[in-house]
T-cell receptor, first 113, second 115 residues
Framework: GQQLNQSPQSMFIQEGEDVSMNCTSS?????WLWYKQDPGEGPVLLIA?????ELTSNGRLTAQFGITRKDSFLNISASIPSDVGIYFC?????????????FGTGTRLLVSP | SQTIHQWPATLVQPVGSPLSLECTVE??????LYWYRQAAGRGLQLLFY??????ISSEVPQNLSASRPQDRQFILSSKKLLLSDSGFYLC??????????????FGDGTRLSIL
């Protein structure tokens, strides 16, 4: 099935560093979502973006919905050990059909204390 | 508030055995419901979705089936499991009938191992 291109595939950083990851697609979306998944658990919604150009923050997290509606990025500032996990972007609506999500391939984040 | 429950959390089954995974949502009515599979270290693949009781849409041909016998209950089944059915199965929901796409919210998943 369709997947979004997400990069980087993995990151290993020091605590306190900032992190940036992005997601691109050949299709347009009406909504971009960012999820975090801890090992053995389901993804948890971090940020939802509904308008092209929208910039939204959730604590140390900031995400933007690209103007072309085909991309999004997520930044994490001042990383801490509990930021460890896999981050997924997901596109919804647009050309994908009713309420379906198309997921990115994930970015695995490791943070050393 | 709305909550989603999946069980069992872990399941080990022999090849050829049947399967039944259950998902229930509380605190909402007429939700959209979804089943995903996630292979190790990979993204999520949509298997089935449902917009109402008895209404099931299949996204990929496979050895599995889904049913929605009640408004807030979604079941994933198989008559005979294959080795390739191993994986992490996730149920998700979002509100039905809204103008704007609503984010999906996920359960904690079932890890299925086929021996």
């Amino acid at each position: 099935g369709q997947q979004l291109n997400q990069s980087p595939q993995s990151m290993f950083i020091q605590e306190g560093e900032d992190v940036s990851m992005n997601c691109t697609s050949s299709s347009i979306f009406n909504t971009w979502l960012w999820y975090k998944q801890d090992p053995g658990e389901g993804p948890v919604l971090l940020i939802a973006l509904y308008k092209a150009g929208e910039l939204t923050s959730n604590g140390r997290l900031t995400a933007q919905f690209g103007i072309t509606r085909k991309d999004s990025f997520l930044n994490i500032s001042a990383s801490i050990p509990s930021d460890v996990g896999i981050y997924f972007c997901a596109g919804q609506g647009g050309n994908t059909g009713f309420q379906k999500l198309v997921f990115g391939t994930g970015t695995r984040l490791l943070v050393s204390p | 508030s709305q909550t989603i429950h999946q069980w069992p959390a872990t399941l080990v089954q022999p090849v050829g055995s049947p399967l039944s995974l259950e998902c229930t949502v509380e605190g909402t009515s007429n939700p959209n419901l979804y089943w995903y599979r996630q292979a190790a270290g990979r993204g999520l693949q949509l298997l089935f979705y449902s917009v109402g009781i008895g209404q099931i849409s299949s996204e990929v041909p496979q050895n599995l089936s889904a049913s929605r016998p009640q408004d807030r209950q979604f079941i994933l089944s198989s008559k005979k499991l294959l080795l390739s059915d191993s994986g992490f199965y996730l149920c998700a929901w979002n509100p039905f009938g809204t103008v704007r796409d609503q984010p999906q919210h996920f359960g904690d998943g079932t890890r299925l191992s086929i021996l």
